[in-house]
C-alpha cells in the first residue's frame, strides 16, 4: 500500500504522460542542488536528533499554522505559546491529533504533496493520515526520529543533496558554519548574508543592529564610506562561510542611484534617527544598488525577494511574532522599481541579480521582459504562495514564451522544513518534466531538446547561477 | 434530438472525463441551494404567470443587452423603453427575432450554455436557435408560459431548490416576504438585507433615504448612534423575514476603524450635506466594519462585493437608467483596503464574511492568502465576468493551493434570470466535477477525496457559510 | 526530413486534435490578410533582391537581437552598428554562427516556431538549425536570396497575401507607396496613419516636425484648426495611398475631451515650447479623441497601441538608439484612460476603435467588458510578448466569455521579419483550430459552429474591420 502514485502530477493524456514519465526519469535521481533555503545551520553543526513530530513538522511550518488558523484553530491548540507565555497546549500527541482531525483542509494544497512524500519517503509510512491513523503515525514517527539514519546529516546524504545555502542575518557570528566547516564532515552547507536588519530604517531596532554591525566590523559606521565597508567586511566573512549570494527580503522593489553626496546626507539622516517619511524606503532602495555593485566585485550572486507585507495581522504579530502565516503578498512594481539599479548594473556581463515576485501579474508584463533583455537580470523561481503545481504551471506559461528557459535559474526550495526538502525538489522535477512533455506532445519542441532542458533546469542553471561550477 | 451534450463541460480526456462522471452523478441531483441572488420576490408572492418570452429572458438580462448593444443594436430595437419614453419595438415577438439572428454572437459565452440549458431543461426545446426556429421558439416558450407548471413556484419546486434569498434595500417594506410567510407555500424564499442606499453619501438620494429610513425604523437619524440604531432594527425586521446575510456592493474594498469621535464628526458631516471631498468613501468604509461589527452580535453573514464601476456609459445611463451592461470591473486594493476592518474583526472566530472580486489578479495575490489565514474570511465563488467555465477554472487553480476548498463557500447563482437558475447551478457542479477530476487523474488527491470535496462544495460549505443548518 | 510537424500546436487528446485538424483544414490556405504591420514599402516598391540572411532574419529582429543579448553577447557581436560608429562584426557568416550557437535560447519562444517555419516552408531547409548546420544554413539561404523567386513580390505572391498593410509617419512622402500604386503590379500594398511624431510633445524633435508638418500640408500650424486641419489633410493623402486605418503608439490609454477653449490653449503652449508638467499627457489624451473623431467622418479604423515604455535601458538606446529589445510593458488603466473617449464616441455604430494591450491582467477585467458592450470599441489580437502559444490561448480564455469571438478582430501579425510572415499566420491559425477543437471536444460548441468561427476569424472579421470589403 503506498500514499503516492508513481505518475503523480503528470498530464493525463497517454501519450504526454508517456513523454513525462521518460524526462522525468534522466532528473529523478540527480543531485538536490539548494542554493536558496531556511534550514537551521545549527541542525547540522550539531547533528542533534530532531525532537518530537509537531515540534519538527507543524508548529514551525507557517504554510500549516496558517491554514489552520484560517478554519478556526486557536494558536494555543497547536502548542505555540505567546509572548506573554499564555497557557498552552503542551502535549505534542495532541497537537498532532488536531493537525490530523484537520488534515483534509490541505486538499489540493502543496503541503498535503509535500507532507504525503515525507510520510511515505522519508519516515516509511503506508497509509494515508487521518483521525484513525493519527497515533500510528505519530509513535511511528517517534520512534524514527530516534534513530541516528533520522539525525541532520544522515538525512541530508540519504536525500542526496549536493549543497545547502541557509540564510544568516548581517549581524550572525557565523558559529555554526565555522563548526560545520572545521567538523569534517563532508556535506557542503553554507551560508547566504542577508543584510536586511542593517538595511531598512524602519526596522525596530535598526540603531542598535547599526551599533552591533560597528562592533562586529569594527568599521566606522558614522560616515557613508564607513557603513559600506561594513558591508564589505561582512561580506568577505560569508564568502570564507562558504556564501555564494546574498539575499534582500524588501517590501518592494524600489531601487536607487543617488549620487555620492546625497548618499552620505540620507545615510546621515538615517543613522542619526533623524529620516524623513521617505529615507527608509530609499535608503532600502539605494542599498540594492550598492549591494548590486558590491556582488560586481565579489562575484556573490544577489537574490531579491520584494512585496510581501509583513505581520498583516496585528493581534497575532502582537501575540505570537513574526512568521506566524500572516504575511501577504502585495501590488508591485518593478518596471519603474528597478529602473536605478538596472541602468547602473544592469548590463554588466559578469553580475548576476536573481528576482523573485509574490506577484503573478508581473511575469508576463514585467519580469519576463526585463530578464529577456538585461544580461545581468535571471528570473527566480514561482515562490511562496506560487510553489504548487498550478502556479508554477502558470509561472513557466507566462515566463517562457519571452525569457525561455535560460534567463530562469532552476528551482530553490526555499524550506526551513528539512524533511520536505526533497518532496520540493520531486514537486519541481515533476512538473519541468510535465511542462516540457506538453511541449513535446504538441511538437513545439523535440524530445531531445526537453530532455537537455530538463537536465539544465535540474542542474546546470543553479550551478551557473549561484557559480557552483566557477 | 437534443441541443446539450450529457458530457458538456468535462475534460476530453477519456480516464479524466470519467472521473468527472463519476464526481458528478453524485451531486447532480442534490438539492440547489441559492444563498445570493436577485430574483423578485414577487413572483413568488404573486405566483403570476410569467409574460411573454422577451420579457423574460432578453430584456431584463444585461448579460444579454450588452453584448447585442456591442454589436450594433439599439436598446430600442430590444424594445427596452427610454426614461424619456421615446418610440421602441413594442412587439415582442420582432424583439424576439432579432435575439434569434444574433444568438451567434453568445457563441464561447456563458449566456449560450444557460440560455440552452433553460431552452432544452426547462421549457422541452429541442432543436437550436436561429433565424429559422425563432418563430418555433417564440411560440413554444409562449405556450408554456400559459400553464401553471410555468408558474414561478411550480418552476421552485421543479428545479428542486432548498432555499433562495432574494435582496432587497434598506427601505424595502417586505411586503413580499411577509406575503410569503403567511402564504402556507412550503418554498423558503427569504430576503437579504443590502443597506448601500443608505450608507452611501455619493448615492444621488441619499438625504431622503436616510429620511425614509428614519421614518421607517422611527430612529432618531440626527445622531451617529440613532443612525446604527436605524441599522440594528432594521437588520432584526429583514432577519424575523428571514434573512441569513447582509450584501455591500461598495465601488472599492476600503475599510475604516475610526474612534468615535471621529465616527460622530463625520456622520454629522455626510448628514448634514457637508462631506469633504474624501467623506463618502470614508463613510463607506467605516460602514463597511460597522456592518461587521453587528454581525458579530447577530450572526447574519456579510457579503462584500466592491470593485463595480457603475453606470460607465453617461450616455446610456442618462437616456435608460441603472442596469444596462455598462457596469465595468475595476482594478481593487484588498490588502490595504481591508486591513482596518481585518484588524478589527478578523479573527473573530465566529464572524463570517465572504468577499467577492471582479479583479482576478487579487486572487492568488490578495484573496487567497488572506482567506487562508483570517479565521473570519472566506472568498465568494467567481463572480460576474468570471461566472464561466474559463473564469471558474482560473479561479479555482488560482485559489486553491494557497486557500484550499475550506475557505470558499460553495456556488453562488448571483441571479435574477430564474429560468437559468438550475442551468448555473448545473454549470458549476459539472465544472467541479471537472476540477477535480483532473486532481484525481494526475494523482494529487484520491478519488474518495474529491467525492466528499464535490459534495461540500454544493451543499456542506452553503448551508454552513449562511448558518442554515446552525 | 522535416523540421515541423504538421500536428504542431494542436491539443494532445486524440479526440481534440481530430477535430482541431479538421478545422485547421477548412482555414489553411485562406488568403493572408495583413492589416496591421511594420514592413517596409521599399521591398516591394523596388522588388531589390534580400541581402545575406543575417541582414534579412537576424539584426533587424528585435525578438531575435533581445534574448541573444541578455544572454551575455553584445551588439557588436551581432554586427548592430553603434551610433558612434565603433568596431563590429563585419562578416554576416560570423554572426549567423553565433545566432546558431545560441539557437537553443530560443526552445519554447515563438521566435523558434517562427524560424523553424521561415526555414522549412519559405527557404525549403530540411534539418535543424544548430553549430553544425549553421554554414549549410547560411549557404543554402544566401543562394536562395539570389533567385526571382525570393524577391519580394514574388515571395508576396506565394505567401498568397491578400493585402499588406504598412505603417508610415505623418511626415512620410509616401514616395513607395505611390510607386506600388503606379508599377501594375497587383498586389495589393497599402499605407497607414500614424501620426505620433506630431502628436506627442515628448518626442525629443517635435517642434521641428510640426514645422515640416506645415510644410508638408500647407497648413497654418500657429492654431489648433490649423493643426487639425493638417491632421485632417494627411489623412486624406494617405487614404489616397490605399490606408484604411490609423495606429497610435502611446505610453497610457489616457485619454481626453476638452472642451474648445481648453484645446485652443493646450495646443498654443506644446507649440509654444512652454508645456507644462502635464500638458504632454494631456495633448496625446485630447488628440487621441480627436483621431476618433475624424475617423467617424473619413471612415479609417483607428488602432490604438498602449502601454510600451521604450528605450528603458538608457545606455543602449544612447548608443544603439531605438527599437533594441528594451521597451518594457507597463502596467495601464484603460478604465480611467479610456472613459473621455468612450463617452465621446463610443456609441457611435460605425465607429471602429480596435484597442491592443500589452498588460494581460486588463483583459477580463477591462478589455472584454468594454468591447462587449461599446458598439464602437473593438479588442485587438493578442500583441507583442503575448503573440505566442500560451499567450494567444490565455487571451482568447480571458475574453470570451465575456465579449465572444465577434468583438474581436482577427489576427494581426504586427511584423517586419518579412520571410517569417506566412508562419505568424499558421500559427494564429493552429491556435485558433486548437481553442475551438477545446471547445468543441467539451461540448461548449458544434463543429458546425467552430468552422464558421474559424472562417470568420481568419477572414470575415479581418475585412469587416477594416472595411476591405465595404
Known sequence: MTILHPDRLFPPDPTTRGIAREIFSQIQNAPIISPHGHCDPAWFATNAHFSDPSELLI???????????????QFEDLGIVSLGGEATETDPREVWRKFARNYYLFSGTPTRLWMDYSFQEVFGLTQPLGVKTADLYYDHISERLTQDAYRPRALYERFGIEMLATTEGALDPLDHHRTLQQSGWDGVVITTYRPDEVTDPDNETFATNLDRFADITGCNLDTWAGYLDAHRKRRTDFRAAGAVATDHGVP????????????????????????????PALFRAQMLTEMARMSIDDRMTMQIHPGSHRNYNHDV???????RGFDIPRKVNFIDGLAPLLNAVGNEPDLR????????????????????????????????????????KRFREAVTETAGFYNTVGFNDDTRAFPSLPARHDMARRLDAAFLAERVADHRMSETEAHQIAYDLTVTLPRQTYRLID
Request: charged share 20%; with cysteine.
Open 317 to 323: 504579530f502582537r501575540r505570537f511574532g513574526r512568521d
Open 252 to 279: 518592494s522593489p524600489l531601487t536607487a542611484d543617488l549620487n555620492l553626496a546625497d548618499c552620505i546626507e540620507l545615510y546621515a539622516r538615517v543613522r542619526g534617527g533623524q529620516a524623513n517619511a521617505g529615507d
Open 353 to 392: 541579480i536573481v528576482v523573485f515576485t509574490l506577484d503573478e501579474t508581473t511575469l508576463s508584463r514585467e519580469l519576463a521582459p526585463l530578464t529577456g533583455a538585461f544580461p545581468a537580470l535571471y528570473l527566480g523561481p514561482s515562490w511562496w504562495f506560487l510553489d504548487a503545481p498550478d502556479g508554477i
Open 59 to 73: 508548529k514551525p511550518d507557517h504554510y500549516v499554522v496558517r491554514m489552520l488558523i484560517s478554519q478556526g484553530l
